[in-house]
T-cell receptor, first 112, second 113 residues
């Protein structure tokens, strides 16, 4: 059974703070993704990674960066948090192209 | 850019009725179409998927149909139950990618007992 975990369920940060969101999967999946979910907008892809140390921009990468030093871990970094980054952040992993994406439980981030 | 349109955004049905959610996609190279169910406060979970070489797939009360010519696919839930109440997302694979999905904006389904 695939298990995708995220470091926090709820997070409150101040404007300008550096924020780290971590995602870990235990199924040796090659591909990992970060999405943000906002009401009425669905899931929007921020960044994804096909392999260790590889990263690709998604549809809304501005204000975010990522790190994948180990295969099982994919981190999302907000260099200087802003109020418009208040959102639900979902991580997903996938074995390979054309397979199912499995989601983590999400992190609800509030930036004050 | 490529996109996926999903309708309706909200759907309310009586318990026992059928529910249909429709999606259209723009990328003719899309070949994988999953549907996710997200209950309140929980993660999206795959409920059914279909690939482009198949026109219909069924799993108990849930079925998905695909019309590649028209670039649309639909989710059908029969004999709805209150526990079917959730937000449903359709998605389509991005042609030429290694697994990226484009998601629809979601349909909030309410099943009234």
């Amino acid at each position: 059974d695939v298990k995708v975990t995220q470091s926090s369920r709820y997070l409150v940060k101040r404007t300008g703070e550096k924020v780290f969101l971590e995602c870990v999967q235990d199924m040796d999946h090659e591909n990992m993704f970060w999405y943000r979910q906002d009401p009425g907008l669905g899931l929007r892809l921020i960044y994804f990674s096909y392999d260790v140390k590889m990263k690709e921009k998604g549809d809304i990468p501005e204000g975010y960066s990522v790190s994948r030093e180990k295969k099982e871990r994919f981190s999302l970094i907000l260099e200087s948090a802003s109020t418009n980054q208040t959102s639900m952040y979902l991580c997903a992993s996938m074995l390979g192209g054309g397979d199912t994406q499995y989601f983590g439980p999400g992190t609800r981030l509030t930036v004050l | 850019g490529e996109n996926v349109e999903q309708h309706p955004s909200t759907l309310s049905v009586q318990e026992g009725d059928s529910a249909v959610i429709k999606c259209t996609y723009s990328d003719s190279a899309s070949n994988y179409f999953p549907w996710y169910k997200q209950e309140l406060g929980k993660r999206p979970q795959l409920i059914i998927d279909i690939r482009s070489n198949v026109g219909e797939k069924k799993d108990q009360r849930i079925a998905v149909t695909l019309n590649k010519t028209a670039k649309h696919f639909s989710l059908h839930i029969t004999e709805t139950q209150p526990e079917d109440s959730a937000v449903y997302f359709c998605a389509a694979s991005v042609g030429g990618s290694q697994g990226n999905l484009i998601f629809g904006k979601g349909t909030k389904l309410s099943v009234k007992p």
